[in-house]
């Protein structure tokens, strides 16, 4: 049982925010001024509030999950619980979650918090996921939000270290989601989901990617420009930036178009994780 409730909250997707919501933390904090107990409140309020917005998308989108090969053996779609009690533990998280940002690391982090939650539980799932295809583009703000809420737990300002890590993740993620969508596109139409590449088709959603790999280009020069980060952060993420929009424009081209994909699902993947690691590494903080 302890192993549905922990599937619940999609670790996976966690892991990666949490780790994101760390990179935040230290850019503001810079090497030699680290707060640990401040980022382990951090990290805990951060990964509650994360996870009990999963639990409840979870929870509402437990009969469209039965349609997908990919979700329909989830916990709920299987029913190996009961959805009341699935509701009542990801509205319990939330509230934890929530209260330890407000309370143990500042008012800031909890807004920020709410907005996230809101923005993916309201407004993506329970809204546009349903609707439109702006849902991946929009849902990308609560996705955005942990790096921010790790930098503004040290800064408690919204200032344009803040925004360039708002607009790092924000333009990651339609390029990254959409990767997945092609693969899975048979699956989506199925379910009912009106994504990009459901409604617009496959190379309208190609040529839609490439202005969001683009632009990550100029927000990793920002970083260094700013004194956010240092050179070598620089260079990773001009290169990253580069591969990933020439391997997105290729697609245009491309006769496999679950094989391109895969590898430029893979390609995103590891942009986000070196590129948040060297930025880690080589931060000049905010000074």
């Known amino acids: 049982m302890l192993k549905e409730y922990v599937a619940l909250t999609k670790p996976g997707i966690i892991r990666l925010n949490a780790f994101a919501a760390f990179g935040g933390f230290w850019v503001a904090s810079k090497w030699d001024h680290i707060d640990w107990l401040l980022l382990i409140y951090m990290l805990i309020g951060s990964a509650l509030t994360m996870a009990s917005a999963c639990v409840i998308n979870n929870y509402w989108d437990r009969e469209l999950d039965k349609k997908m090969e990919r979700t329909r053996n989830r916990t709920l779609p299987m029913q190996r619980m009961n959805p009341t009690k699935v509701l009542i533990y990801g509205i319990v998280l939330g509230v934890i979650g929530i209260a330890v940002l407000f309370t143990l690391v500042n008012p800031l982090t909890g807004w920020l918090g709410l907005l996230g939650f809101f923005v993916y539980v309201i ?27 790790g930098y503004c737990a040290v800064t408690e300002q919204v200032d344009a270290g803040a925004w360039l890590l708002f607009a790092l993740l924000f333009l990651w993620q339609p390029a990254h989601f959409w990767s997945l969508a092609i693969r899975r596109v048979d699956e989506y ?89 060297v930025m880690i590494l080589d931060t000049n903080g905010i000074g």
């Open 123 to 149: 407004v993506y799932t329970m809204w546009l996921k349903r609707t439109s295809t702006w849902s991946t583009s929009i849902g990308g703000i609560s996705g955005a939000m942990p790096p921010v809420i």
């Open 189 to 277: 139409r199925a379910a009912g989901f009106p994504l990009l590449p459901v409604l617009k088709g496959i190379r309208r959603t190609k040529l839609q990617m490439i202005p969001y790999t683009l632009l990550l280009i100029p927000t990793g020069i920002l970083m260094y420009t700013y004194d956010y980060a240092g050179y070598f952060l620089l260079v990773i993420s001009i290169a990253g930036g580069v591969l990933w929009t020439v391997h997105t424009a290729m697609g245009l081209s491309a006769k496999d178009d679950t094989k391109w994909a895969k590898t430029n699902f893979f390609i995103s993947i590891n942009y986000l994780m070196i590129v948040f690691f």
